[in-house]
């Protein structure tokens, strides 16, 4: 992954079935549709559809990639460990043999509904990368915290917290650039229609590159830092304007061709 495209994540959440292989088709139309003035497509795509479609959806978007589409599919969410007695759990080994190359994790719907702290969401990043996945590792402030004035000291405490090292030495993952991204997700944001001002966005933004600069170098200039928390057709291109915004998670919106 690089920055020189936007990247334009769908997570699907809890919603999708065998069915819903035809939205998926209209948006690998749509992306092949949209090309700049040179002919090159204007995103990168990355779906991340219900873990019981990771598997035929990589499939077609392999056949994607071969005509030259961008688009990748990714898991929500993998347990930390490679395999063990983890009824119901999978591994982020098993998602890349599905064919997937990313995985979410730390996201705030994680995060509440249960109990996932930033050791946690670390644990299941290095995991990914163990794998040869990329890690978008979510963060975020509640309502509370923003009020508070302390949303960028929170945003930056789960960077540092929530953030492994370095790839694992996965050959697919050469660069930090390639293991992680990172997206910022206002709790308070995230399927209430609320969405921070554009401002808000550029200074949170703006605090998260400084600390993977600081944390990683010139490499922290790399690593696409998405925005997300109701990001819908009406809002998406003044977002993407704001700087240090390298594309969007995108949730409901992601949902039907038309809209994502």
Not at 37 to 48: H, K, M, N, Y
Not at 80 to 86: D, E, I, N, T
Not at 127 to 153: K, P
Not at 157 to 164: D, E, F, I, S
Request: glycine residues 12%; charged residues 25%.
């Amino acid at each position: 992954m690089s920055r020189t495209r936007a990247l334009i994540a769908g997570n699907w959440k809890m919603n999708g079935l065998s069915g819903d292989a035809a939205e998926f088709e209209a948006m690998l139309s749509g992306l092949a549709a949209r090309r700049d003035a040179s002919g090159a497509p204007r995103a990168d795509a990355l779906i991340c559809p219900p873990a019981t479609l990771v598997f035929g959806f990589a499939e077609r978007a392999r056949s994607a990639q071969e005509s030259g589409l961008p688009v990748a599919i990714g898991a929500q969410d993998c347990h930390a460990q490679a395999a063990g007695a983890h009824t119901g759990d999978l591994s982020a080994e098993m998602f890349a043999d599905a064919g997937a190359a990313a995985v979410i994790v730390g996201h705030s719907e994680r995060r509440a509904a249960h109990g996932e702290g930033d050791e946690t969401v670390r644990a299941k990043a290095s995991a990914a990368m163990r794998a040869g996945l990329a890690a978008v590792i979510c963060l975020g402030e509640s309502r509370e915290e923003r009020e508070a004035g302390r949303a960028l000291d929170v945003i930056l405490g789960q960077l540092a917290a929530c953030t492994p090292d370095a790839p694992s030495g996965d050959a697919r993952l050469e660069t930090i650039g390639d293991a992680l991204v990172v997206a910022y997700e206002p709790v308070w944001a995230i399927g209430t229609g609320l969405t921070p001002s554009l401002e808000d966005i550029r200074e949170a933004h703006a605090a998260l590159r400084r600390g993977l600069v600081s944390r990683f170098g010139e490499a922290g200039e790399t690593i696409r830092l998405l925005y997300g928390g109701s990001v819908k057709p009406g809002n998406a291109a003044d977002i993407l304007s704001v700087d240090d915004v390298d594309g969007a998670l995108v949730g409901g919106a992601s949902l039907k061709a038309a809209d994502f």
